[in-house]
Nanobody
Framework: VQLAESGGGLVQAGASLRLSCVASGRTFRTHNVGWFRQAPGKEREFLASIRWTGINAYVSDSVKGRFTIPKSNARNKVYLQMNGPLPEDTAGYYC????????????WGQGTQVTVQG
């Protein structure tokens, strides 16, 4: 499977932004898709994940209540809905896939930059 993110850019604090992650290739082997971010000088941070088949989703406490992770299997897309982003949400955002039987996220997209102006 291959992943590609889009939707990043410059956004004003308090506005909304939706990032997209489109999967291609052997998507039937995908178990979970997750969103992560990494800001300069900081470690990569897990944000949310969702089962590729099914509806089970998990959102990290650090963004719960502001971010959600909807998906469209028909479009092979997983989204990161960012409501009310803050300047501290400025980072590179990445989606990743955990394949069936794998213990880690082994497939990553190239990332999309989000810059929040406060």
């Amino acid at each position: 499977v291959q992943l590609a993110e889009s939707g990043g850019g410059l956004v004003q604090a308090g506005a909304s932004l939706r990032l997209s992650c489109v999967a291609s290739g052997r998507t039937f082997r995908t178990h979970n898709v997750g969103w992560f971010r990494q800001a300069p000088g900081k470690e990569r941070e897990f944000l949310a994940s969702i089962r590729w088949t099914g509806i089970n989703a998990y959102v990290s406490d650090s963004v719960k209540g502001r971010f959600t992770i909807p998906k469209s299997n028909a479009r092979n897309k997983v989204y990161l809905q960012m409501n009310g982003p803050l300047p501290e949400d400025t980072a590179g955002y990445y989606c990743a896939a955990q394949q069936t039987g794998a213990t880690m996220y082994g497939v990553w997209g190239q990332g999309t930059q989000v810059t929040v102006q406060g």
